[in-house]
Nanobody, 117 residues
Framework: QVQVVESGGGLVQAGGSLRLSCTAS?????????VTWYRQAPGKQRELVAR???????RYADSVKGRFTISRDNAKNAVDLQMNSLRPEDTAVYYC??????????WGQGTQVTVSS
């Protein structure tokens, strides 16, 4: 059974940085696996933050462009989300979704990111 797990959330002051990591047990995050980070703030809909696909394909929400970077770490079998210049409006639960060709999309349980002003 494949499981997706997020880690790296926490509390940080505005302007600070955090690095989230999404790992998969039971399978490998190769270039055929599209991995997407979403976030959901209280009272709001879940929104796409960043996506990585293929060898170099990436997509970002306009609100995080230039501040967040998504990347693959093959050594850790992970996809990381480096978040810089964090703002209070980045506060949310961050979720990872991994779309495996053989299993379909699998969600992690989420990790809380809180940015204080």
């Amino acid at each position: 059974q494949v499981q997706v797990v997020e880690s790296g959330g926490g509390l940080v002051q505005a302007g600070g940085s955090l690095r989230l990591s999404c790992t998969a047990s039971g399978s490998i995050f190769n270039i055929n696996v599209m991995v997407t980070w979403y976030r959901q703030a209280p009272g709001k809909q879940r929104e796409l933050v960043a996506r990585i696909f293929g060898t170099t394909g990436t997509r970002y929400a306009d609100s995080v462009k230039g501040r967040f970077t998504i990347s693959r770490d093959n050594a850790k079998n992970a996809v990381d989300l480096q978040m810089n210049s964090l703002r209070p409006e980045d506060t949310a639960v961050y979720y990872c979704n991994a779309a495996f060709p053989q299993f379909g999309g699998i969600w992690g349980q989420g990790t809380q990111v809180t940015v204080s002003s």
